[in-house]
């Protein structure tokens, strides 16, 4: 992508200059450019390779009593659409903003954004692909088909500035792989998937990910088991990820302030097992940080819950402003189209013990390794209430033995975390969420 950061840079401070003369009158400008490339194969053979490009600029205006946002894509008429927005500002749904007040000078960090994606080859990402494919067969002579393999790298510069002397531009990159697969066996057909996110090209690890979508689609092959009570599970980082995914709303000050968290009222109070600790930390070179958030705050690291007591909840300037705090940097912007708000950055559960996933199935004497969930879109983040499908593999004396598939977990989320008896320390990320392994006690299976 070419991006002229200097001509970027104009773009913006041209448009900002028209409110910083005017009294009673705040405003912030977002200016954000993206590239991003897909690649998809579908049974060996390529189905797609497209571009697109992004680009665009956001404005949020603060009058008085009046405040409203407006966003615009491409940057052709900036200055005349700036000038409309200016005049039709109206009072906007939700909380009035706060916007940060910085130094003038820009500051930039290069950290997130990996320079080898200019000279990268068509040739170098279809290998990736294909290395997954052949990784998911190795080994498993059940597995008949590719559904699905796919590839996606993202590159953007974002800029962000006020008119209380906020200057903040960065770059970043952003690489992906996804594998589907079949296998073929007694008990009919079953897919396996799986999927990485990184940071930069070369960390991407395709044999990773080709091996766990094929044990996973090899593993359901089977008859189904009827699997009722109350036992141990453990999930696999990418289905503990979903669970924290879930947890997340409720640790946001806003959702807290108005009431809508299963946390409300339990700050300083134990919430979890007391080997965990709950981190978010935006300065990590990971796909959810960045060095500063949708607002321009710097990103820094919050202890969440520290040895299961519930310590800090994520702030932006607004919320931070009312509860008398910092802001934790928390105020999320993905995309120029989107109003900034509360959100985890690198949200993750830190690394527990010397046991890895295999040490701590060694440990179970009876219960279910679980890799696939359905219908976590359902669960009441406000109660904690959750009963969703699973899929895995029974335990028995520390081994693998059979299939399960179609079973249900039912529980609340902050029996969950209090469940929680064994962390692993092969944490890993799925998007900004990340754990490692971990054994949950005394959970609700139904079939």
């Known amino acids: 992508m070419t991006m002229d950061v200097s001509a970027l840079l104009e ?4 448009l900002l200059r028209k409110f910083s003369s005017k009294s009673m009158c705040e405003a912030e400008i977002f200016l954000q450019a993206k590239r991003i490339k897909n690649l998809v194969r579908s049974r060996g053979r390529m189905e797609e390779s497209m571009t697109t490009l992004i680009s665009g600029c956001a404005l949020r205006i603060l009058k008085k009593e009046e405040y409203t946002f407006c966003y615009k894509a491409g940057w052709e008429g900036l200055e005349k659409w700036a000038e409309l927005a200016d005049r039709n500002a109206c009072r906007a749904k939700g909380d009035q903003w706060v916007f940060p007040e910085g130094k003038t ?27 997954m494919e052949w990784k998911a067969r190795e080994g498993y002579e059940k597995i008949i088909d ?38 073929q066996g007694k008990g009919g057909p079953q897919s396996g998937f799986d999927t990485t996110e990184e940071r930069t090209f070369n960390a991407l690890s395709p044999e990773k990910v080709g091996r766990r979508a094929g044990w996973h689609a090899a593993s359901l092959l089977g008859k189904k088991e009827t699997v009722r009570g109350r036992m141990p599970l453990i999930l696999e980082p990418s289905v503990g990820c979903g669970f924290l995914a879930l947890i997340a709303p409720g640790l946001c000050a806003d959702k807290v ?3 809508k968290s299963v946390f409300k009222r339990l700050q300083g109070k134990k919430v979890a097992s007391s080997d965990l600790n709950l981190i978010d930390d935006g300065t990590l070179i990971e796909p959810g940080g960045a060095p500063f958030d949708g607002e321009g705050t710097p990103q820094v690291r919050t202890t969440v819950i520290e040895k299961g007591r519930l310590k800090n909840f994520l702030y932006d300037t607004a919320q ?63 109660s904690g209430d ?61 079939s």
């Not at 950290?111 to 279809?126: A, G, P, Q």
């Open 105 to 131: 000078e820009i500051l930039s960090k290069g950290d997130f954004y990996d320079k080898s994606i200019s000279t990268l080859s068509e040739k170098e990402r279809v290998a990736l692909l294909e290395r």
């Open 386 to 446: 959750f009963s969703i499908g699973a899929a895995g593999m029974i335990v028995e004396n520390g081994a693998f033995t059979r299939p399960v598939k179609g079973i249900t977990m039912a529980g609340n989320l902050l029996d969950f975390l209090s469940s929680i008896e064994m962390i692993g320390n092969d944490l890993e990320f799925y998007g900004r969420f990340g754990t490692p392994t971990l054994l949950v006690n005394n959970t609700i299976i139904g």
């Open 146 to 183: 590719i559904v699905s393999s796919s590839y996606e790298e993202e590159e953007g510069v974002n800029f962000i500035l006020n008119t209380k002397g906020i200057e903040r531009l960065w770059r970043e990159t952003r690489f992906s792989l996804y594998l589907e697969v079949m296998s």
């Open 257 to 259: 302030r108005k009431g």
């Open 320 to 382: 931070a402003k009312k509860g008398k705090r910092e802001s934790t940097g928390n105020a999320r912007r993905d995309s120029f189209k989107d109003i900034p708000g509360i959100g985890p950055s690198c949200l993750f559960i830190d690394n527990g013990g010397i046991k890895n996933g295999r040490d701590i199935v060694k440990e179970v004497k009876k219960g279910i390794y679980i890799f696939e969930t359905l219908g976590l879109h359902t669960v009441d983040t406000v």
């Open 11 to 14: 773009m913006g401070q041209s």
